[in-house]
């Protein structure tokens, strides 16, 4: 069994910043990739960004240049930094694992809120 439990939304004025994090536990046999989408109201859920076992990383362009993710092999964790937020930002932010070697499965968390007031 694998948990992806996320942490660190909440409600934040446009143009401050939030940093989400998630752990993955549980049996895994190896992190391929880890990252974020999000969901807004209405709207289809999208990629905000991902980071593979060896660091390359994806962003939306929507977040080029103000939101950076990380990870941390080691505590199989992911981060997200994001700065100068926009209200256009308001979502569910959904932490995102790509796990496995022989049988290889993707895996979701249960979603933080985040919210941008204007």
């Known amino acids: 069994q694998v948990q992806l439990v996320e942490s660190g939304g909440g409600l934040v004025q446009a143009g401050g910043s939030l940093r989400l994090s998630c752990v993955a536990s549980?049996?895994?046999?190896?992190?391929?990739?880890m990252g974020w989408y999000r969901q807004a109201p209405g709207k289809q859920r999208e990629l905000v960004a991902t980071?593979?076992?060896?660091?390359?990383?994806n962003y939306a362009d929507s977040v080029k240049g103000r939101f950076t993710i990380s990870r941390d092999n080691a505590k199989n964790t992911v981060y997200l930094q994001m700065n100068s937020l926009k209200p256009e930002g308001t979502a569910v932010y959904y932490c995102y694992a790509n796990l496995g070697i022989w049988t290889i499965r993707d895996y979701w968390g249960q979603g933080t809120q985040v919210t941008v007031s204007s």
């Open positions: 980071i593979t076992s060896r660091g390359s990383t």
């Open positions: 549980g049996r895994i046999a190896n992190v391929n990739a």
